[in-house]
């Protein structure tokens, strides 16, 4: 036969207190406690850092010319003096896309020479012309949009929205969005 020692039973029972009385909520001790509080702190400081940091880039973004003021919407595709070449040479790669580029109105003949694009009626086509990356330049057409359209004058830039619908730089580009830099 076992005998058991009350003094071992005492003993045994003053410890299981202990333990319990270090552990919080959940079975968990305070110093986990503490590296789980440490670890969420750090990681809320970290989003907030990376906010700050893509707030600054865009900032930058925006003071070069590269995006325009105001933000994009989701699934906009914003072409810069890098990119706006692949536009130019394969402009089928985005068809039934939404782009925003940054061009420079060119009236279409001699007596638009005078003509801002605020005089021409809606879905009236409007050609700019972008230069790329190098010595890459090209034009682009775009109905103007029935919203409200700023005084872009000749040789000025703007932002121009416009959903690719057939994949041509000259045709079948709806014109979203024309605003000035």
Not at 95 to 100: A, I, L, N, P, S
Not at 111 to 130: E, W
Request: one cysteine or more; proline letters at 6%; aromatic letters at 8%.
């Amino acid at each position: 036969m076992t005998r058991y020692d009350d003094d071992d039973d005492d003993l045994d029972d003053m410890l299981a207190r202990r333990r319990r009385k270090r552990r919080g909520p959940g079975g968990v001790s305070q110093v986990g406690w503490l590296l789980i509080g440490v670890a969420v702190v750090a990681g809320i400081g970290w989003a907030a850092y990376t906010r700050v940091q893509e707030w600054r880039t865009d900032r930058q973004q925006v003071k070069a010319g590269r995006v325009p003021p105001g933000g994009v919407p989701d699934g906009v595709i914003v072409m810069d003096h890098d990119t706006v070449n692949d536009f130019g040479d394969w402009p089928e790669r985005y068809k039934g896309k939404t782009v925003e580029i940054k061009a420079t109105y060119v009236p279409l003949g001699h007596r638009f020479l005078d003509t801002s694009v605020r005089t021409l009626l809606p879905n009236d086509l409007a050609r700019f012309g972008v230069a790329g990356r190098g010595d890459a330049q090209f034009t682009f057409s775009v109905s103007v949009p029935k919203a409200d359209v700023p005084e872009v004058r000749p040789r000025e830039d703007a932002w121009v929205r416009f959903v690719c619908e057939s994949g041509d730089r000259h045709q079948g580009n709806r014109g979203l969005q024309i605003r000035r830099p």
